[in-house]
């Protein structure tokens, strides 16, 4: 298994381009998330998605766009950059574990992005 | 609103101690609460996770214990060795995997 896949790792936007991040995993599971990782905030959820079909939004949603039309991809859109999306992004899955205990989440190596 | 705190920001250790995080949240109601290490520039890494109804999880020289009715976890770590050097980060899951993470404690073990 490849787990959690990101790409791409690294890019540079100019503010009001769009470009869509990847996220693919390959363990089947029901459970994705965004997280944004800034300096002195930690990370924080943009959008999640609990199946195929079904997304909800985070904590900080502003500015992004997702959905997810399989099981195995969740993209996260930016459709028009701004500066103060520069961050470290951050996919993660994991799956509904028996008797309602979820499980261990796995993230991906994220994409640091700057605006500019 | 669930908020996550971490003490402490950072701690400078010489190999050998054995050593403690703390992590505390405000509201009880989680699926399930899991410590994560993060080398600089990398994604996180899974350590261990302690379901809600559990008190405490073993891996190792890793030790978390959970206390939901006074809202605090603490990762225990014994024989800390310069490869432990890393961020540690605990989250809080509640529905739909959704994860609410602290600020993260930057740990240096020195030689």
Redesign the interface.
């Known amino acids: 298994n490849a787990g959690v896949t990101q790409t791409p790792k690294f890019q540079v936007l100019k503010t009001g381009q769009s470009m869509t991040l990847q996220c693919a995993q390959d363990m089947n599971h029901e459970y994705m998330s965004w997280y944004r990782q800034d300096p002195g905030m930690g990370l924080r959820l943009i959008h999640y998605s609990v199946g195929a079909g079904i997304t909800d939004q985070g904590e900080v949603p502003n500015g992004y766009n997702v959905s997810r039309s399989t099981t195995e991809d969740f993209p996260l859109r930016l459709l028009s950059a701004a500066p103060s999306q520069t961050s470290v992004y951050f996919c993660a899955s994991s799956y509904i574990g028996g008797a309602g205990m979820n499980t261990e989440a796995f993230f991906g190596q994220g994409t640091r992005l700057t605006v500019v | 609103k669930q908020e996550v705190t971490q003490i402490p920001a950072a701690l400078s250790v010489p190999e050998g101690e054995n050593l403690v995080l703390n992590c505390s949240f405000t509201d009880s109601a989680i699926?399930?609460l899991?410590w994560?290490r993060q080398d600089p520039g990398?994604?996180?890494?899974?350590l261990l996770?302690i379901?809600s109804?559990q008190r405490e999880q073993t891996s190792g020289r890793l030790n978390a214990s959970l206390d939901k009715s006074s809202g605090r976890s603490t990762l225990y770590i014994a024989a800390s060795q310069p490869g432990d050097s890393a961020t540690y980060?605990c989250?809080v899951?509640g529905w739909?995997?959704?994860?609410?993470?602290?600020?993260?404690t930057e740990l240096s073990v020195k030689p």
């Not at chain 2, 739909?96 to 993260?104: C, D, E, H, R, S």
């Open positions: 699926y399930n899991q994560f990398k994604g996180l890494t899974s996770l379901q109804s980060l989250a899951e739909g995997g959704k994860l609410i993470f602290g600020q993260g």
